[in-house]
Structure formats: C-alpha cells, structure tokens
C-alpha cells in the first residue's frame, strides 16, 4: 500500500495559497515545478494560483486522485480527512503541525484522524511532517523553496525521518557531500504510516541501496525488531536516534510526542538487528557516503597510506579507536616499494611517502596494497598541496585502481578551498572523500561493524563484494 | 631568545634552488613573495635565481643575517650549521628531514648537529619541519606553493605543531572556516627550540589569542607542566595529541622520533595543567573558532534556540553527553515569548521556533534569553531555508544582540550550499557557525571546561567575560 504514495499520477494539494511566503504556495511551486502528473489546488477562496485552476473542494475535483496533501490548520485536518474519504482518495500526507506534539486540544484532534483513518480504511503519512521528495517520480511536498534548500541529484540513498528539519539539512547536504538520493520521507506523528511500513517498502525499492533512519522512538518494537533485521541482512540501515538522553527525551516529547524510550535498549535491540548507529548528523552523512559509493570490505585490516607523519599518527590512532586493524606491510610490498620511494619514506603501517610525494609514488602503493591478500581496504591521505604531485593525473588515475580491486577505499584530502575542489571531483568519481582523517576511518569502521553484525559473507567471486 | 625567529630584518635560504617543483624554490618564492626584509639565498652552483643574486656560502654575505634556513639534504647539515655559526648568525630554521625519524645514519648526524649548536651557541628549530609562517612580520618559511595553501588572513590564533603535514592543512582550513593566524611553528624533531619554549613565546606574545599545539611528545615533562600551567591560566591551549593508541604510538617513533608515551599520563597532565584537548583535527578547528570569537562563558547553562524540533531533540542530547546544563525557561521569559511566538511554537529548553520563524521571533527570542541571568550562553541553530525567516534582516541584526550582552553564543546552520554561504557571513562578523549542532555544543563546553579547569573568575564588571 504505501507504494502508491511514491509514484502517483495525481495529486490534490489541500490548503493551496497565493500567498508566495506561505506553506500552501511553497508547495504548490515545487509541485508545478518538479512534479510530472496532474496537480489540484483547492482552496474554497481562491480562483486561479500559478495559472492552475483551484478547486473549492477535493469534492469538486472529476479527475481519481491519487494523492491528497493536506497543508491547513490542525482543526480543520479531522473534516478534510473525510472529504477526502468520501472522494476515494486512498492516500494522504498531512503537513499540517498542531496536533498531539503541541497540546491537549492537538492530541484529541490526532484522536479523531486516527477514527477517521480506520473507518474510511486510507492511508496518511504525518501529521507534522515534511512529507516526500522522491528524485524519481519527482513528487515533492516539502515547504522549503529550491533556491534555499538544494535538491540533490539521483543516487540510491534514501532517508526516512522522524523529524522534519534534520531530514531537510541532511538532504540540503548532499549535494555539497556528492551524495545521490532516491527517496525521502518525513513522516512526523507517524498516526498511521510509520518506520517499519517504509523500512518494508524501501526493502524492495530497486533505487535504494543504503537506508538513512532518523528516529525518536519507534511505535511497534516487535515489528520493528523483524523488519529491521531482514532489511539489514539485504541493505544498511543507518540509524540517528534522537533524545538519548533526559535532556533529549524530554524535547523528544514535545517535538513529536514520541516516547523516545531508554537509549540502551534502543542502542542494543540496533545491534541485534544489524542496523549501524551514526553518533551525530556529521556521521550519518559520512557514512552515507561510504556505503553509497565503495564496496564493503571482508574484514578489518586495513592500510593507511599518507604523505605526512602527523596524519599518519592520528590515522592509526583513530584506527584502534574503532577497532581497525593495521598488519605491517610484507617483505614483497616494501622490496617493490622500496625502489620507488626516497630513501627517508616510511614503509610500515601507515606508509608515510613524505612531503616529496608524486602521483605516481601515490598510485602505485595504492595498488601494490590493495593487490596484496594483507588488506582488506586502504584509507587514503591526499596532500594535493604537495609541490611535486601531478594532481590531474592523481584524479584521473586513482579511481581506475580502486575501481580494479573492488575494495574499499576511503580517502581523506584535508585542507581549505583547493582541498575541497578536489574532494569534490573524486566524490563525482563514485570515491568517498573526507576533510579530515578520523572522519574517513569512522566510516571505514562503521562498513566493517555492518559486514559483522550481519555476519555477511564475501561472495566467492573475485570481487570481495559481498553485496 | 626565541622572539628573534619571528620578526628578522634578513634572512638566508641555504639550499635555494631555480627549479619550481624544488622545496629550495618554492620557499624562496614565498619568501619574495611574502617577507619585507632581506633574503639572501644560498647556492653553490647557481647565479641567480628570481632576479635575486645567488651567494656559495653563508660566509659571503656581508650584512648581517638574523634567520637562516637550511633546506639542504641531512648529510651536509653539520657542515653548514658550523659555517652559520661562524658568520655569527644566531636563529637557524632547518626544514630538512632524513634524521633521527628516518634511520640510524640519521640520528648520528642530529647528535652532531646537538653538539655544534651547543658549542656555538646558537637556537635551531627543526629539523625535519616547515618552519614559520608569521602573519605579521611575513616571514614564511613554509615549502607549500600559495595558490594550492591558502594563507589564513590575520588573526589571534597561533598555532605550535610538532607535524608539518597537520600544521600545513589546518591553517589551510583556517580561511575556509573564519579563523584568522597570529603565527605557526612547525617545529619537527625539535634538537633545540621546543614546546616549551614556544609555548613561553606565546604566553608573552600580544597578538595571540588562543593557541594550538599539536603533539606528538614533550622533551621535558617537569618544565612542560610549569610553563603550561601559566600559560593556560592566561590563553587558552586547545591541545591534540598524536599516538594516543599502540598502532599510533609505533607510527609517531616514525614520525618525529617522539617517544609519545602512556596517552593517559598525557590527558591527565593536560586536565591539571588547564589545557583544553581536542579529540580531533575537527575539534581542534572547531574549538579554535570559539575561543578566537567569542567571549568565555560565566557558567554551563546554556539555552537552546532552534526551529525544528529534531534538531533541538539532537542538540539536547549532545548538550547533556557534554556536561551542559539546560535550564528551564522561566514564566517571565515564557509570558514575553507567547506574545510573539505562534500558539504551536515550543517555549521550554530547548525552544522550538517551528518552520514559520521569521528574523523578528529568532532576534527578540535570543534576546530575552541573554537578557536573563539563567543562561550563561546560548546554542543558536539558525534555520536559512524557512521561508518566513528575513535572512538579510538576521545577518544584520544578529552580531548586534551577540554583542551587546557579552555571554557566548556559538550558532549552527546546517545544510548545504546556501547555509555555507550564510556560515561565512556570520563568521565574518565573529559569530562562530557550525555546520552540525554538534560542533557548537561539543565547542561550547569546551570553553566551559577551559574556565572550570583554570578556576578563571567572571570579572566584576557587567562583562561576565573573565578573560
């Protein structure tokens, strides 16, 4: 059933404005904007918005709808879900906030949809929510107008959030981190449409490969418990939860009236079911990256290549830190190594190729390592300040060997403006790349931690790709 | 002593070289570029080299010469420190590597060279180091080509590393993220010119703020302690060490030879002395960004400002894990806040402006928050992609509230392109931005910690700003 939000051919937009700093106007325009189907405004007070003719009611509309957006006052929510029903609409998202997040008065309004919702047997994702932004059928019901918040380009990470503010930032960064998104749901209160339904049906989506989860607190545990566990037997499930703490919980409560529960126990059933936990918004997106771009390891030995000691230092560091391991490179890599590097280069683990470091020197211990059965994936430093360093040929050769080896290689290009040029043409190259070290290893660490708590098996083809 | 490196009226470069891809090269042309006095270079085989006259040796300069660098391979190091020392040049920056770190042969030549500085008294910082970059005698001795290392504009944040590669990509990060540079030191192996003295230069130095010092190991322990503890009680020191772990503890013996020791005793010694340890290279930025902006805070209550509620949910919970402390917002601040506030918007800690904030409810809400003695400081999370919200009007009006009141207030503006751009402008007016709330939050309590550790009193006057 909830398939049939994603891909409509129609949709009403209830509470449409011609106001331009209005919700119902916002929307409107990014419908007409992005939106290929058939769009109803309705609005009893108004005639013509955008040069769409508008409906008094939902009623008035000839046309099936197959999605209705409901974007009015709370108190007015209850009367509209039952237009609604009576017109067939199968399928609604409430944007509207005002509901049991905010008061006694809320709460029993929430009470009368939930009625409503079982006798007239549709479906409403929200209240107090974003909505849908599905970059393939291109429906769009966010409030937030394209020039502020950027649309990211097609990818195959989709996001479900509780919340619709993070849900907007992170998806507002994406461009910036290279990250491609399939879908996104905000789904607020959760009255009906709720994670475990969109974790299932993200579970069979052919666009979506790895599954942002910004929760509070999750309605069902049992169901929750089984879904999330196939789900991540077959795609990674990074999850944010949200009110941790007491502090939290109580904002929790009040955001959306979510009881957001004791976090040790939302923190191991994650663990028993295979779902990898971000510790921020910085790490969900860091690691969105990883598992949308590289392959996943086999295990965890991994080497460090650097051009500098100091990063190199703190690389292995945070390497034990998250529980990498660092075999020391073998006679036969350093014997090659060694006719290639200078004399004061340091071929341990982390190899340091020092300040002196060329493209060449960078790409061929890349792949002497990646070739060698010791690793099962590299982390990458790139110094493209370095004076002798052919950074074109660098950009255009070092994605050929990762590609090559189908392991993962996380890459770490540290610095200011013309550092950020370059970590943004590798990331256009399907390679992750990150501003600083410890971000690149804690992405490394959270592929490792999902291949063993899935207990996923290489596959027995040459690739080392077991998904 | 250790003041005459950074404010010379000539300098020597002993290995300068005509090819541009040349370590020799590109210092010189920095040098030419950036520094006022005189430059000598160094030479035995070359004429000229950018329109500058070529000497053979040290000894044929005539004038006087204040800083010489040695950027000339291990082996012929001995020698040419004994010629600086008998041209009476006192202060000798040697960028080479190739000694202890490297090998055996190596740290037979660094002992010779501890021998000579000793017999001829004169100060060395280095080697295997960039040397210094001083943003306001110009001096910069760094081998990294300024269109590829953004120089950081001038500022109050010095910064001592004992890593070449970390020091060199952190202050290409400064500009990126606002932060203005007094001086850098990368001070390598350290045979003579340490920590230690370096930190005693800072303490007494006017145009340093805040510094930061990256580490590896201390020469001296019982002297760190002393110097530490006075300089903290003074400036704060956002320390971060390198080798904290085994495989990080191997991989800095590489590195600077450093004996990086029990990470323990160091973060205990840290904790006593009053210095302020970042986890990361973020944090050390982050971190760096606060202190340079804004004033510290009295006390660890601070008020959460947001318009969506997940984000105050996060920020809540990364505010507890940090040990700050959220107080409820009183009946005064409340009654003043619903005259303004719509009837949905949430008026506890955190408060949640909701989607439909405009500039006028995040300015008068921040005010009435600092106005009041219960919250020493304020996290901001400042939402540009509302569309009710005046970004131009907050831009403006935001530093002048920030300011008036003299309590800290650390701001997020998380998303992409568009947040990036408002980041910037706030920066610029001294508003330190985050791009995550908890960057700001982990910031904020780290100048808390900064004020508990060093037992730093609020002045008397109406500042509540003890530094």
New interface residues.
Partial sequence: MVESFFNPKSVALIGASHEP???GY?ILENLVKDFKGKIYPINPKANDILNLKVFPSIKNVEDKIDVAIIATPANTVPSLLKECGEKGVKNIIIIS??FS???EE?KKIEEECKKIIKEKKIRVIGPNCLGILDNFSKLNTL???S????RPKEGNVSFI??????????I?????EGIGLARFVSYGNAIDVNECDLLDFFFNDEKTKVILF?L?GVRNGKRFIKIARKVSKKKPIIA?K???????I???L???ASL?GEYKIYSSIFKQVGIIEAE???EMLDFAKAFSKQPLPRGKNVVII?????????T??????YELY?PEVDENIKSKLKEILP??A?I?N?I?L??NVTSETYLITLEECLKSNLFDGAILIL??????TDNQQLLEELPIIIEKYKKPVLCCS???????HFRKILEEKNIPTY?????AVRSFAAMVRYVNLNKLKPQKDKSHHPV
């Avoid at 959030?161 to 992170?170: F, K």
């Avoid at 292995?316 to 830190?321: H, M, V």
Wanted: charged share 20%.
């Fill in positions: 700093k209005k919700i916002v906030g005002g997040e905010a008061s809320g409030f937030l107008p020039n502020i918040l950027e959030s509780q919340s619709g503010s993070i849900a907007s930032t992170i507002d960064c994406f461009s910036e910004f509070e944010l949200g009110g941790k703490t007491y502090s939290g109580k904002a929790a009040s955001h959306t957001a921020n918004l910085e650097s051009a500098g000691g100091g990063l190199g230092v703190i292995s560091d945070e390497c034990e830190k660092l004399s004061y340091i341990k982390p340091d020092t300040g110094l493209f300040q370095s004076p002798l540290p610095g200011g403006k013309s550092s950020k501003d600083t070290p410890e971000r």
